[in-house]
């Protein structure tokens, strides 16, 4: 009796593992395109924005109430002027709410902007309307070209 041995190996051919690799390559980089990081966190450092500025304006407020009415005596009237950064020596040029966190009655500290660098301003700024009484805060640095303010 004779016996027949195939010689069969089993495996990839060097084209195919190159041609899986080249499709899960371009895969990977139309994920990465249709995800896109970086918008991605300008939207995260936006919202966090959108959060400071409605936490200084509430805080701002509450100490109105809180004083008869009386808003911080360093709001400027004319143009937004950046908001001093808590525990800055020198708020040169600044609008200074230090009255805000003494005994941290309405908040720990003032909130940073995410992507502020500088070493006295938060990054955001404050004017009051010698017209009508209302308080804009904003946040000068918002990314895509989002405008973020609040006014009460």
């Known amino acids: 009796m004779s ?7 089993k495996g990839f ?3 195919e593992v190159l041609l899986v690799v080249a ?11 249709a995800i896109n990081p970086s918008k991605q966190l ?3 450092r936006n919202a966090q924005r959108r959060v400071d500025v409605n936490t200084i304006l509430s805080a701002v407020y509450q100490y ?3 004083n008869s009415g ?3 005596g360093t709001l ?6 950046p908001i001093c950064k808590t525990g800055a020596g020198i708020c040169t040029g600044l609008t ?3 009255v805000l966190t003494n005994g941290q009655k309405y908040l720990v500290s003032i909130p940073m902007d995410p992507a502020s660098t500088t070493a006295s301003s938060t990054g955001y700024t404050i004017i009051a309307s010698s017209t009508t009484g209302r308080i804009t805060v904003a946040a000068p640095a918002a990314e895509n070209g989002v405008a973020i303010t609040a006014t009460r």
């Open 76 to 81: 400027a009237t004319t143009t937004a002027t």
């Open 13 to 15: 051919t060097l084209l």
């Open 3 to 9: 016996r027949f041995h195939t010689n069969t190996k």
């Open 23 to 33: 499709i899960l390559g371009i895969l990977a980089a139309i994920v990465i395109l």
């Open 64 to 66: 109105a109430i809180d």
């Open 42 to 44: 300008a939207d995260a």
């Open 96 to 98: 200074d709410l230090s």
């Open 70 to 72: 009386a808003m911080p």
